[in-house]
């Protein structure tokens, strides 16, 4: 199955969410750094973060999709 990344911009929560799995399957969070929250799976595998205080402006965000991963 492929699966889709998933970007959520909340102004109003000033929140930045980034899903690498379905959010349904989110089971607990762990803070890991100053507004950095790890969203993991019930096995404890990363299916997302969470960045708060992002921002309440529209701000462009550039993406790029590698088809091969980089091994150096």
């Known amino acids: 199955m ?4 998933i970007i ?6 000033e929140t930045l969410d980034i899903w690498f799995d379905d959010p349904e399957r989110e089971f607990i969070c762990e803070e890991v750094g100053d507004g950095v929250i790890l969203k ?14 992002f921002t309440k ?3 462009p965000i550039e ?4 088809s091969k991963a980089i091994i150096s």
């Open 63 to 66: 993406f790029k999709a590698l």
């Open 2 to 5: 492929e699966k889709k990344l």
């Open 8 to 13: 959520i911009h909340n102004k109003e929560m």
């Open 40 to 53: 993991k799976d019930k096995d404890g595998i990363v299916i997302g973060i969470e960045v708060l205080y």
């Open 57 to 59: 402006e529209d701000t």
